[in-house]
């Protein structure tokens, strides 16, 4: 908390969005897909669909032609038709703040209505996407925690409330440019001195060391038996 406060305190969503209507397509169509593209996206779908009327008038397959470049575009442009259908309906054109009357929507699981009661309504909900969710395991945020569930629960209680939508952003962006799935930045990490996989990795590594070390001592051994005996082997072959 304190290194992200004083690195990154304004840190914020990497998505482009004006409005709360904004905000939530664009957060339904990033579902697995990278914010970089959605952004692409976006503008022409926003000009062509301004408010949530305008789409919740629309077919799934006239939004097709906006968001073919996403993944799982087909559903994707049912989802957001059939949220903008309902928050006419039944939420007067109005995104709600609550995450149970967000849910209610197509397209809007936990992980995008916590997105969006905490970006917009600044309420502390931890959005669990897969960089919440290594980095946290990682790092040590979160023990044992095996769903996307868990982990936002744990974070829940252990991180001070008025923290936790910002939490959300700077996991985030630390799981995007440093704490890669693949392969992490530990040695350029600032969190590596308290940093659970770090420590364990290093752990690792002297162990291997040492075994390396150990090993070398044995060959080395061996080969003087060896050397040893057949030097007494000649011996007797030619007293022999
Ligand atoms: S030290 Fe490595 S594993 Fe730990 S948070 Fe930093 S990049 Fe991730």
Redo the contacts with the bound molecule.
């Keep these: 908390m304190e290194y992200f406060s004083a690195h990154q305190p304004e840190a914020e969503t990497e998505l482009h969005y004006e409005n709360p209507y904004q905000l939530l397509v664009a957060v339904i169509l990033s579902a697995q897909c990278t914010d970089k593209r959605i952004n692409q996206v976006t503008p022409r779908l926003f000009e062509r669909y301004p408010d949530a009327k305008s789409l919740s008038e629309a077919t799934p397959e006239e939004v097709l032609e906006y968001t073919r470049s996403v993944s799982y575009p087909s559903n994707k442009s049912k989802h957001l038709v059939g949220m903008a259908q309902k928050l006419v309906r039944e939420f007067n054109s109005i995104v709600p703040s609550s995450i149970e009357d967000l849910q209610k929507m197509p397209g809007v699981g936990r992980k995008t209505a916590n997105v969006i009661a905490s970006v917009i309504f600044n309420a502390p909900a931890m959005a669990v996407d897969t960089h919440v969710f290594r980095?946290s395991n990682?790092?040590g945020l979160t023990r044992n925690a095996r769903t996307p569930l868990a982990v936002e629960k744990q974070l829940v209680k252990n991180l001070p409330k008025d923290k936790i939508h910002i939490a959300h952003h700077w996991l985030i962006l630390?799981g995007r440019y440093?704490?890669l799935a693949r392969n992490?930045?530990?040695q350029s990490?600032p969190?590596?001195d308290i940093?659970k996989?770090?420590q364990h990795s290093q752990t690792e590594t002297e162990l291997l060391k040492v075994e390396k070390s150990k090993a070398k001592k044995v060959i080395e051994l061996k080969r003087k038996q060896l050397a040893a005996k057949t030097v007494r082997f000649q011996k007797n072959f030619k007293a022999g």
């Design positions: 980095v990682r790092i630390h440093v704490c992490p930045k530990c990490c969190l590596h940093c996989y770090y």
